[in-house]
Each structure stands twice: as structure tokens, then as C-alpha cells.
């Protein structure tokens, strides 16, 4: 390193709950519980990472105990702690059970920041320099992820052996705690708890959606303008276990990509025409990833695009209910691909086997995987059409799932770049920008709105 180069470097956020190693429990709370029949009891309570989270509590019984001992439904509180924690007790065994939710603290409380820590999340390449210091020695390393959006700043500091906790974790096929991240109001006034969860959830939502895994900012923590903790949730985070996904969309070396999700995102959740929508979208199309067979993704895509066209073309005051219901779900698709600047062909080059599967039968993308998911939920012969094509069905998700990304990306008005799902033999980190700000294939006049084919009427029995 230059000495006489200039850089700002930032001391990391103090993890609350420290770090742990991969799979490894993480004890939020040992001392005396109360609450049981005979008095205080030494206790624990702690996160695991097993095949699934879980919030668990145990203490240890002594020999009068074991008579009696059911605490099933009580209320159970921390005595060596302050402020102190209650939380209803599920027993599993009379010394152990788990606890689905507390948390300590008036909803209606006013925050000066609100701290949690990521599980399993994959950034690695940040937008400012962290220092830490061990006795004569100092490490640098981009590991602040740093950005002010509608009046926030979101910090994101990595733990300093990400690298190798991530792949430990990977290879073990389990979960770590990989980041602290810290919201504030720009200015440094005051806020809603109400307000930092809906931008804590934000994060939550679009980065898992970038990710293509669950990813979740888990053991929140409020703290008022003094530095005092005046709320804490303990929960069993919702999360997929680290591993690697080939078709993320959201390069996680791309720190300006990654701000440009979350900006946009946190707009359209609190725009009162797509409140609730584009959440709902963005956790559909994340489900459509990775989660059950190809068959259950390419399924898990349909509703997304479907909620995509209602959104644009009915909430958008382009088509009427009635003709809605009417047109083709092939043509709804096509309008909003062609909206975007996104051609409708197939790259053969990508996608061979449904290229050649469209090409026969001169039908297009949309076409092609809106008869196909059809014929998932209505099969008819549907060996003729899906497995008797080997890889036909794989394609034909990738597909879906890079429309579905594609269409809620250009809802959002997301202007990053992005890595192309349906083209797997790429490298990390292989991106290009959205084709509707790519000049090349930017749409320049309004793309025309589908037609609407009307159903015949039954015709009546004799």
C-alpha cells in the first residue's frame, strides 16, 4: 500500500451477537430464567442452525424438579439481564422447548438506530474501506456496504473471514451470521420503529430476490438517541442454508447494483399503487429459483408474470377487466417483454432444446412457456410436449424465471445491470445493462397492446 495515498477507512459495526462459526449456536441470553414452579432456574437461550432455524430455551433442572416440571404456554423471563426479555414457553422435553416469537419494547417506541445481523448473506465487494487494528498490525479491506436513500443511511459491514466462513458454511450445507447492518435517518433525528422495519423488510425482500435465496437481516435491535436498547425481537429467521446459485440475476461484487435494487425497491414498497405488490412478486419469483422440482418453479414463475400483467395493463388503465380475462396469456406476456425492449425469439444458443421446440412449431418465447406451464396444470399428452424433448422443461423454467426477473425489474424502474438467467455458461460477475436502457435495444414508441380474442358463447344443448 501507497503511504502517501489518501483513502478513508471506517472502524466495523459491533456486532451485537458477535460472530459465529458456521452451524455453530448463537446464545442470546444465559442466566436465571423465571417463571417455573420452584423458583429461578439457570438457563440459556439460543438461535440454531440446524436443518432449519430455530429459537430454543433450556434450563438446568434440579433433582426436586423432575416431579411436576410443565411449563408448556408460560410465561417465562430473563432475570440477569437489562432490560429483560419474556416470551412464551413451547416445551419439548420438561427442561427444553422452543419459543416461536418475543420481543421487549412498545411498538409505538422512537428509534435513534436499528441494528441486525445478516444470515448467509453473499456481499463481499463493498463501497468503502473497514480498519481493524490487532496490536501492531491493520487490515484493510472494502467490506462497508454504505448508501443514504429517501433520508436513510444503510450501513452493511462484513465480518472480516467472510470468505472462508461463507465457504465453510456452503460446504457444510448450513448457516453463519456473515454481516451487521445498521439503519439511521440521514439528518440523525429520531424514527417510527414501525418505519425502520418497513426498510429492514425492504432489505430483506429485494436482496433475497437479487440473491435468488433467502437471506434474512435476523435478532433486531433498537436503540434510542442515547445508545440504549429500548426494543429487541427474538424470531426463527426464514432462510434458505448458504450455498451457491447459478442463476442469481444480482451480481453480489456490484455495490452500486446492489443500491440501485434496494433504492428502487424501497420505493415501489411504499408507493401506495404497488404497496404490497412488488413484495409479493419479488418473494414469488425468489420461491421460483431453487425450491422443488422444475416442474414446481416453472409453476412458481406463472404467478408472477400473470400478477405483472394485471398489474400493468389493468392497474395501469391500459385494458379493461373484461378484456383482460380475455386475452391470451401468451399475448399479455409478449406485451410487456416488447414494453421492455426484450425480444420474444429464443437464443438458441442458450436455450437449444426450446428453440428448437418453438422454431417447429413457429411459435415464440412467450408462447412457448405460457402452452408449456398449460400443460403442467392441464396436462392433455404431456410426454409428447415436455419429457420427450430431454431438457425441455429445465429451459423452459430458466425461461420463465429471467421473464419474471426481467418484468419486475422494469416495474421497479431498476436502471443497474443484471446477469442473464437463462445463460448459464457465464462468469461471475458477466453483466449487461436492462434492455430497456441498453440503446440498442431501448424501446423508442409505446409497444402495441395485444389483441383481445373474445370467447365464443356455450353453445346450448338441445
Known sequence: ?????????????????????????????????????????????????????????????????????????????????????????????????????????????????????????????????????????????????????????????????????????????????????????????????????????????????????????????????????????????LLDRARTIGSEWLHHGSPDDCTELVTRALRAFTDPSLKGTTRLQMQMATEAVATGFVEQRILSAAPVLENLAWTKLVLGNLMSREDFKSCHAEDKLRYLLTSAGEPTSIDPAALPTLAKYATDRRIDGPTAVTRIRNRLVHPEILADDLYAHEGLATEVWRLSLHYATLMILHQIGYRGSYQRQVQLDRWAGDTQPMPWVDPATAPTTPAPLPPVRRQRPPRRRR
Not at 430464567?33 to 439460543?46: A, D, I, M, N, Y
Not at 419494547?105 to 436499528?114: A, F, S, V
Not at 456481499?123 to 484493510?140: D, H, I, P, W
Open 1 to 237: 500500500m501507497n503511504p502517501d495515498k489518501q483513502f478513508t477507512s471506517h472502524t466495523p459495526l459491533t456486532p451485537p451477537h458477535g460472530w459465529n462459526a458456521p452451524g455453530e449456536t448463537v446464545v442470546l441470553y444465559e442466566g436465571e430464567l423465571s417463571g417455573f414452579k420452584r423458583g429461578p432456574r439457570q438457563g440459556r437461550v439460543e438461535l440454531t442452525f440446524g436443518a432449519r432455524p430455530s429459537l430454543e430455551w433450556t434450563v438446568e433442572l434440579r433433582e426436586e424438579d423432575y416431579w411436576g416440571l410443565d411449563n408448556n404456554g408460560s410465561e417465562i423471563t430473563t432475570v440477569d439481564r437489562t432490560p429483560a426479555i419474556t416470551f412464551t414457553a413451547n416445551t419439548r422435553r420438561n427442561n427444553a422447548g422452543w419459543i416461536n416469537s418475543t420481543h421487549l419494547g412498545d411498538q409505538q417506541i422512537r428509534l435513534g438506530r436499528l441494528v441486525a445481523q445478516w444470515v448467509n448473506l453473499p456481499l463481499s465487494v463493498g463501497n468503502a474501506t473497514l480498519e481493524e487494528r490487532k496490536g501492531e498490525r491493520t487490515r484493510y479491506w472494502r467490506g462497508r456496504w454504505s448508501f443514504d436513500v429517501d433520508g436513510w443511511t444503510v450501513t452493511t459491514d462484513e465480518r472480516p473471514d467472510l470468505s472462508d466462513a461463507l465457504r465453510t458454511a456452503t460446504d457444510q450445507l448450513t448457516s453463519v451470521l456473515t454481516h451487521v447492518v445498521e439503519l439511521k435517518r440521514t439528518n440523525g433525528e429520531d424514527f417510527s420503529l414501525a418505519k425502520g422495519r418497513e426498510v429492514l423488510e425492504c432489505l430483506r425482500v429485494s436482496l433475497s430476490f437479487g440473491f435468488g435465496r433467502k437471506v434474512v437481516p435476523a435478532l433486531p435491535i433498537g436503540y434510542d438517541t442515547n445508545g440504549e436498547i429500548v426494543w429487541e425481537q427474538w424470531f426463527s429467521p
